[in-house]
Every structure is written in structure tokens, then in C-alpha cells.
């Protein structure tokens, strides 16, 4: 729905508050609102119900409440009191729930309330735009002078309460949104049993539940949501899963995840490594070999690990394009086109090391053996990761048809790249630029060396997203790498421990957090840095950011029946990567 609303002079707070109600439940005619709406200059387009229901009409002088259902369960609602009785304002305050007996609600949104953010109206006529669908409303007013409004939810913030023992269907509606709390029996090392909870439900394994075909499948494909277990990692202590995340559920709906294929190699090799070894065996590993035993002799047999769910996703391109590479491929989720990656090793001068490289191109050539539209600094020695030739050192493979990810430590503990000391490698990520779309052939993919400082804060460099004067695109610009709520990964994740969980105190949360993609900082866009909301790579590639100092270097813990693995940078931020 969207209604330019247009009061007359002298329009009183009762007439206003009951047109906006009447707007947001479904009316289809300005002549049915009140003789205050001046209908000659307003306009109403209903293509459907707004979708909000009436349920509250004596929520307080001047006030009333509605309601509309969550997206992902018709048996939770959104509530808001639309109230004019303060003079000169029109507020839409956000509840988590209301009592229409009491006339009262609860966990009221932060700044709802507020006069600083709510919407004007006038003793003078003016108008006031409105948008709605059962997802959201946005009043915006102009009184001469404008003004906005914002809120949220708290319920999207923070952890639900544990569904009680005796409701089986509202315990079942909660399990359905993905934050189900009921404990099975898990135990762990130390001996000690988690305590179980009635009923017990798996919303992913059920088959009572009403949305289970379909939550099995979300959970299996988005896996955004909470785990409704507790899990171990080798230290012994018990984990819970981070807080869900608001809005990320729906930013990765209809992306092909890392379950279609999977690799994770802890690569150890002995002294006296060589480039063609490296090459030979990483482009082995990455297109599919299952046996470590079928690798060249500088592997470690004894001290390596490999684990594959189903074939890495990528295959060889070009075999033969000079030196100690390999050009491998892999389609992007939606098969529009491929990215490229030149794997391989060799010495670099200008980082005085020995590395492994993952280079990539926009398109490859394997007739002549070139590529184009290099992905600017995926080629640089200071980026990419370290071998020893002279010493046994491990190189970490993790691999989908989505991305892949290098981590190289030497005996010695030098780690990834000679400056930037952290992982690296090719990854996908969601679509959320209007301009990053397969019909204008930009691959929803870049590189970025995960060390989590530098000039470019993460060098996230995805090909063909800004144009030069020319007109032509330019080879690769700079994005910044973060997750929700701060301003980069490094801010946000380089201190912290973990916290309590307010459903349970007693247990201590471990927080993985989802990397996404946004504009970097404004000194960065003389150099190509390009602003917005890219997308994410977690809820692509499974791979997460995690606090300092909470897991050590293979540690592994669960989340959805998965284990994951800890990984880590030089300044001893931790990524976790699924590992099967």
C-alpha cells in the first residue's frame, strides 16, 4: 500500500490517527476516510492489503494497536501503536507483543517512542506519505519541515525466552524460527550431561512439525539460524551458538550454499618442498582427490588431514599455462559464469618468501594461456601464503565450488603472507548491488586476504565494479570486510570474550559472526573503493568470523551438525571454516 495523505488545516488528532488505521488495514477508497483528508490532492495505491490487522482499538487517548505476522511464522506477530494524542507528532511505537485487555505491551523498540524520530503533522495542511506491507511501515511527513522515523523490533535483537513445557504448538512456532532452546543430551568431556527439556524437537529433523519440509530445507541452504543444540570443541568447554542475527536470514534466501560440495586438507609437508609439488598437489586437493596416499612424497601422510563431503566444485582449466600453476574453474551459484584461479608456487622478490599463490582472473584463456581482468592484489607475495623449502611447515585447504581459502604456517610460526599475515583466497558472496547482476556479467566473487589490516582494511577486491574516465571498467576495486554493527573486522572482533546468554547465564556463548561486505572509508574511494552493502560470504562460503582469544588453531566445535575449525591470522583473530 501507498497512500499520499494530504489533511486539511485544523485536522484533528482523532480524524488523523483513525485515516492512518484505515490506510494500514486495507482501505481501498480515500472517500471512506474522514472528512479531514483532503482527497482532491491525496493518493492511494492498494495493490494488495497493507496487511496490518486491527488489534487493539483503545490502546490509549488517541491511540491504536496493530498487528501482522512475521514472514517466517503466520503465528508470531510485529506489533505497533499508531498514536497522535501528542501534540504535533504522529509516533508508530514497536512492541514485541500487546495485551488488547490490558492495554499494554512489552519490550518496547528503543527510540519508538521518541519525539526525535517519529513524524510531524500540522495544524496547516500538509502531507504525509505512507508505505506498508505485512512486512513494514514508513510514514514520512513534510510540515514545512521534514521528518523521519526509525525503529526495530527488540525481538530481533536479542535471544527469545525458552518455550515452556506445557504448549507443544507455541513451542513448535518458536522451534520454527529457528531459535528452538530445548537441550537434548550432549555430553562432553568432561562427563557432565546438559540437562534435557520437554517436549524435544529438532525443527531441521522433525517431521511432525508443520513447516518442517520446508524449515529443513532453510536450515539446510541458508544456514543462518541458531543451533538448537549445545556442541563441544576439543578444549572441552561448552559452546552455545551466537545470537541470530536480524535481516540475515532474508539477505541470503536463494543462495546455493557450500553443502553442494566441500573440502578441508591440513596439508603437511616435509623438508625440501618444491613448486611443482605444491602446484601438482593443491590442484589435486581442490578438484577432488579423496586420498591423501595419491599426493606427491613431500606430503606428510602421517601427520595430514583430509576430509571431503563430495568433490571440492572446481576442475582444472588449464594445465599447462607456464610455470608452477594450474588454472582451475568453478561456476558461480547461479551458473551465469565462472571465476578463475591460478593456484600454485613460487619465490617472490618482493616479499622475499617463498608462497602459494591463488590468483584470480575474470576469464582464462587456455588456448593462449593468459587471463584477463586480474583481481587487483590477489597476485601479491604479501598477500598470499609462506612455505619453508628448507623445513616442514602446513598449509590449510578449505574448498567449495564457492570459494578457497589458503592458510600457510612454517615450523618457525610465521604465518600467511610476509605483511599481511592471514588467510586468503577466492570468495563468493550474496548480490546486493543493483549493478552486481549476471545480465551485466559481473561474478558475485573477489579475493581478500583475511589479516584484517592495511590501507584497504580487508582488500576485498571484487573485478569490475567501478568505471574509469574512459568509460571502460576497471580491473579490480576495494571493498571492506566486516561484520554487522561495526565498522570493520579488526574493530570489531580484535578484543572481546565471550558473553553469557540471557536465556541461560550460567552458559557462556561463543559468537560467530557473519563477514559481509560494505563500502570501505572515505579516504579509500579516491583509490577505487566503492560504497554500499556488497553481501555476505558466511552464508556463501561457511565461513565466520570469531573474538580473539576464545579458540586456539584447530580447535573445532559443532553448529548444526556440522564441525567447524578454527583458524588464524598473525594478530590471533580467529576465522572459523566449516570442516564437515
Known amino acids: 500500500m501507498y497512500c499520499k495523505y494530504v489533511y486539511k488545516a485544523a485536522a484533528t488528532k482523532a480524524n488523523i490517527l483513525a485515516d492512518v488505521v484505515k490506510l494500514l488495514t486495507g482501505e481501498t477508497s480515500l472517500t471512506n476516510l474522514s472528512a479531514d483528508c483532503d482527497t482532491g490532492a491525496s493518493q492511494l495505491v492498494t495493490t494488495v492489503a497493507a496487511g496490518w490487522s486491527l488489534h487493539d482499538a483503545a490502546a490509549g487517548t488517541n491511540a491504536q494497536c496493530l498487528k501482522a505476522p512475521l514472514a517466517d511464522d503466520v503465528g508470531t506477530f510485529k506489533y505497533m501503536v499508531v498514536d497522535t494524542n501528542t501534540t504535533g507528532y504522529i509516533y508508530g511505537k514497536i512492541y514485541e507483543t500487546w495485551n488488547a485487555t490490558t492495554h499494554a505491551g512489552t519490550n518496547l523498540a528503543y527510540y519508538s517512542d521518541s519525539s526525535n524520530y517519529c513524524q510531524r503533522i500540522s495544524t496547516s495542511s500538509y502531507p504525509l506519505y505512507l508505505f506498508a506491507s505485512a512486512r513494514f511501515v514508513l510514514m514520512f511527513s513534510y510540515t514545512g519541515t521534514y521528518g523521519s522515523s526509525v525503529g526495530n523490533s527488540p525481538s530481533h535483537h536479542r535471544w527469545h525466552r525458552l518455550p515452556g513445557r506445557g504448549n507443544t504448538d507455541q513451542h513448535l512456532r518458536q522451534s520454527c524460527r529457528g531459535v528452538c532452546r530445548n537441550r537434548g543430551h550432549h555430553r562432553w568431556r568432561g562427563g557432565r550431561i546438559c540437562p534435557p527439556a520437554t517436549p524435544a524437537h529438532d525443527p531441521m529433523e522433525s517431521g511432525k512439525c508443520r513447516l518442517s519440509r520446508k524449515l529443513r530445507q532453510f536450515f539446510r541452504i541458508?544456514?543462518?539460524?541458531?543451533?538448537?543444540?549445545?556442541?563441544?570443541?576439543?578444549?572441552?568447554?561448552?559452546?552455545?551458538?551466537?545470537?541470530?542475527?536480524?535481516?540475515?536470514?532474508?539477505e541470503c534466501r536463494g543462495q546455493i550454499l557450500c553443502k553442494e560440495s566441500l573440502m578441508y586438507c591440513k596439508y603437511v609437508y616435509h623438508s625440501g618442498a618444491t613448486y611443482a609439488n605444491f602446484a601438482a598437489d593443491m590442484a589435486k586437493l581442490l578438484t577432488g582427490e579423496t586420498s591423501l596416499s595419491n599426493l606427491s612424497a613431500q606430503c606428510n601422510i602421517a601427520k595430514s588431514e583430509l576430509v571431503t563431503i563430495v568433490p571440492a566444485g572446481w576442475t582444472v582449466h588449464d594445465a599447462a599455462p607456464g610455470g608452477d600453476y594450474q588454472v582451475l574453474k568453478a561456476p558461480w551459484a547461479d551458473n551465469q559464469g565462472y571465476k578463475y584461479a591460478k593456484?600454485?608456487?613460487?619465490?617472490?622478490?618482493?616479499?622475499?618468501?617463498?608462497?602459494?599463490?591463488?590468483?584470480?582472473?575474470?576469464?582464462?584463456?587456455?588456448?593462449?594461456?593468459?587471463?584477463?581482468?586480474?583481481?587487483?592484489?590477489?597476485?601479491?607475495?604479501?598477500?598470499?601464503?609462506?612455505?619453508?623449502?628448507?623445513?616442514?611447515?602446513?598449509?590449510?585447504?578449505?574448498?567449495?565450488?564457492?570459494?578457497?581459502?589458503?592458510?600457510?604456517?612454517?615450523?618457525?610460526?610465521?604465518?600467511?603472507?610476509?605483511?599481511?599475515?592471514?588467510?586468503?583466497?577466492?570468495?563468493?558472496?550474496?548480490?546486493?548491488?543493483?549493478?552486481?547482476?549476471?545480465?551485466?556479467?559481473?561474478?558475485?566473487?573477489?579475493?581478500?586476504?583475511?589479516?584484517?589490516?592495511?590501507?584497504?582494511?580487508?582488500?576485498?577486491?571484487?573485478?569490475?565494479?567501478?568505471?574509469?574516465?574512459?568509460?571502460?571498467?576497471?580491473?579490480?576495486?576495494?571493498?571492506?570486510?566486516?561484520?554487522?554493527?561495526?565498522?570493520?573486522?579488526?574493530?570489531?572482533?580484535?578484543?572481546?570474550?565471550?558473553?553469557?546468554?540471557?536465556?541461560?547465564?550460567?552458559?557462556?556463548?561463543?559468537?560467530?559472526?557473519?563477514?559481509?561486505?560494505?563500502?570501505?572509508?572515505?579516504?579509500?574511494?579516491?583509490?577505487?573503493?566503492?560504497?554500499?552493502?556488497?553481501?555476505?560470504?558466511?552464508?556463501?562460503?561457511?565461513?565466520?568470523?570469531?573474538?580473539?582469544?576464545?579458540?586456539?588453531?584447530?580447535?573445532?566445535?559443532?553448529?548444526?551438525?556440522?564441525?567447524?575449525?578454527?583458524?588464524?591470522?598473525?594478530?590471533?583473530?580467529?576465522?572459523?571454516?566449516?570442516?564437515?
Not at 222 to 250: A, N
Not at 516 to 543: E, M, P, R, Y
Request: aromatic share 10%; glycine share 12%.
Open 222 to 250: 541458508m544456514r543462518c539460524v541458531d543451533d538448537p543444540h549445545r556442541g563441544i570443541y576439543r578444549s572441552g568447554r561448552i559452546f552455545r551458538r551466537c545470537q541470530y542475527l536480524h535481516g540475515l536470514e532474508h
Open 343 to 580: 593456484v600454485g608456487s613460487l619465490y617472490d622478490s618482493s616479499s622475499s618468501s617463498y608462497i602459494n599463490i591463488c590468483i584470480g582472473y575474470e576469464s582464462w584463456d587456455a588456448s593462449t594461456h593468459t587471463g584477463s581482468e586480474m583481481v587487483y592484489l590477489s597476485n601479491m607475495g604479501l598477500y598470499a601464503q609462506r612455505f619453508n623449502p628448507n623445513g616442514p611447515g602446513t598449509l590449510y585447504l578449505f574448498s567449495s565450488s564457492r570459494f578457497m581459502m589458503l592458510l600457510g604456517m612454517t615450523a618457525s610460526g610465521s604465518v600467511g603472507g610476509s605483511t599481511y599475515q592471514g588467510p586468503s583466497g577466492l570468495f563468493e558472496h550474496t548480490r546486493c548491488m543493483s549493478w552486481c547482476t549476471a545480465a551485466r556479467n559481473v561474478g558475485p566473487w573477489g579475493w581478500t586476504n583475511l589479516a584484517w589490516t592495511g590501507s584497504y582494511d580487508t582488500g576485498f577486491c571484487p573485478v569490475r565494479t567501478k568505471k574509469k574516465a574512459s568509460g571502460l571498467l576497471e580491473s579490480g576495486c576495494c571493498i571492506a570486510l566486516g561484520v554487522p554493527g561495526g565498522h570493520g573486522v579488526a574493530e570489531s572482533l580484535s578484543t572481546g570474550n565471550s558473553e553469557p546468554f540471557l536465556a541461560d547465564p550460567c552458559t557462556m556463548a561463543i559468537h560467530m559472526y557473519p563477514l559481509i561486505l560494505t563500502g570501505i572509508k572515505w579516504d579509500q574511494v579516491a583509490n577505487g573503493g566503492v560504497s554500499g552493502f556488497h553481501g555476505n560470504l558466511s552464508s556463501v562460503c561457511d565461513v565466520w568470523g570469531i573474538q580473539t582469544g576464545i579458540l586456539c588453531l584447530e580447535d573445532t566445535l559443532t553448529w548444526n551438525n556440522h564441525t567447524y575449525v578454527a583458524i588464524v591470522n598473525a594478530t590471533a583473530v580467529n576465522i572459523l571454516a566449516r570442516k564437515e
